[in-house]
Each structure stands twice: as C-alpha cells, then as structure tokens.
Antibody, heavy 121, light 110 residues
Framework: EVQLVESGGGLVQPGGSLRLSCAASGFTFSSYAMHWVRQAPGKGLEYVSAISSNGGNIYYANSVKGRFTISRDNSKNTLYLQMGSLRAEDMAVYYCATGSGSYYYYYIDVWGKGTTVTVSS | QSVLTQPPSASGTPGQRVTISCSGSSANIGRNTVNWYQQLPGTAPKLLIYSNNQRPSGVPDRFSGSKSGTSASLAISGLQSEDEADYYC???????????FGGGTKLTVL
C-alpha cells in the first residue's frame, strides 16, 4: 500500500524558515515524480512545487519561487520542501503527493494526510 | 482566483444525479486531460477520476467524467450521503508548465 507521511510543520514567525519532509513507502519512490500542494484554511488547493523522479526537473509556483526549494533523496525515499522568508499567506496544510509517472505532468495520484504550517508572530 | 472555474456549490437529494462543471482554456483543458479529486471533510484529497473518464480501482462506477473542448464535467449518479465532500478538477497547463486546480465545489446531499 502506498503511504506518504508528512512531517516538519509547525508554528513559525513571519520571515522564518521551515523544512517539510515526506516519507514514502509501498512503491518504487525513485521511479515517480513528487508534488507539494497546499490548502490554506477554508480555501481550495494550490499547486506549490514538483520534482521529477531523478530530480532533474523542478517546478515552482510563482507565489513561492525564490523562497522555497524542493528536493528528494531517493536513497531514503524522502521528499523535502525547504521553505524560507515565510509569509502569512504561506499558512496552510501542505500535502505531499505522488505522480503517476517519472515526470510531473503525469496526473497526481496518492496524497499524504498533510502537515500544518502556521505563520504568526 | 483559480485558473479553472468550478461552481462553488452543488446539491442533490439521495438517489439523484448531480453534475459539476469545470471550465478552462486552450492552455489547459483544451490540450490536456482532466482529473478530479474528492476531499471528504477533514481529510486529504483522493483521486476520483483521471485522464478525463478513468476511475482508479475502488472508485464506484456512480462517478463518471467527461470532457469537451475547454470544459469538463463530473457526474455522480445515485447520490449518497457519503458523497458529501469538496470536489476539485485539475489539469496540466502548458503555459504555466504546471498543474492548475479549480476552486472546488462543495457538494451537499440534502
């Protein structure tokens, strides 16, 4: 069974940093693109970032470009999202999700339960 | 403002058929397939329909998807109380080179 477990969320002050992790199991992690999608309180889904299976191709939404860095460690079956210069509008539940192929234009398949990021002083 | 446009709400009574629309452009729905996600209250989204009209294993055949031009639809027949959820459409956008989502439709079973 595919499992994605996010961690690393929490309370951070505006301007601060946080690193999210997503531990994957139940599938061949190194064969699939991975995604981060967030959902602000009471709002819809917002696509944040994605990385191809070998890490060679990366996407960032304009809203996070230059502040967030996505990476993956295929030896540890883990996806990361390093978030910096955090703003109030970054406050959301962050979901890790698998792609259905090696590149991130294949549909987003299985989602983790999410980790909550709160940005407040 | 979401790139894909969905009605904010929809409703129906048990047993009824309900449809949810998703409107996009030539950069996304017009050129690429559409996927639908179901988000039950307090849970993570779940893939409901992929490639316009394909159901993953375990999704009841009461759920169906279609696409025409730059629009897509999700149909739910034989509506059940457990279908009460938020539904999101998504498509790859060739201009943004990334995924775009609809704003979500909250389905209420009366």
């Amino acid at each position: 069974e595919v499992q994605l477990v996010e961690s690393g969320g929490g309370l951070v002050q505006p301007g601060g940093s946080l690193r999210l992790s997503c531990a994957a199991s139940g599938f061949t992690f190194s064969s699939y693109a991975m995604h981060w999608v967030r959902q602000a309180p009471g709002k819809g889904l917002e696509y944040v970032s994605a990385i191809s299976s070998n890490g060679g191709n990366i996407y960032y939404a304009n809203s996070v470009k230059g502040r967030f860095t996505i990476s993956r460690d295929n030896s540890k079956n883990t996806l990361y999202l390093q978030m910096g210069s955090l703003r109030a509008e970054d406050m959301a539940v962050y979901y890790c999700a698998t792609g259905s192929g090696s590149y991130y234009y294949y549909y987003i398949d299985v989602w983790g339960k999410g980790t909550t990021v709160t940005v407040s002083s | 403002q979401s790139v894909l446009t969905q009605p904010p709400s929809a409703s129906g009574t048990p047993g009824q058929r309900v449809t949810i629309s998703c409107s996009g452009s030539s950069a996304n729905i017009g050129r690429n397939t559409v996927n639908w996600y179901q988000q039950l209250p307090g849970t993570a989204p779940k893939l409901l329909i992929y490639s316009n009209n394909q159901r993953p294993s375990g999704v009841p055949d009461r759920f169906s998807g279609s696409k025409s031009g730059t629009s897509a639809s999700l149909a739910i027949s034989g509506l059940q109380s457990e279908d009460e959820a938020d539904y999101y459409c998504a498509a790859w956008d060739d201009s943004l080179n990334g995924w775009v989502f609809g704003g979500g439709t909250k389905l209420t079973v009366l």
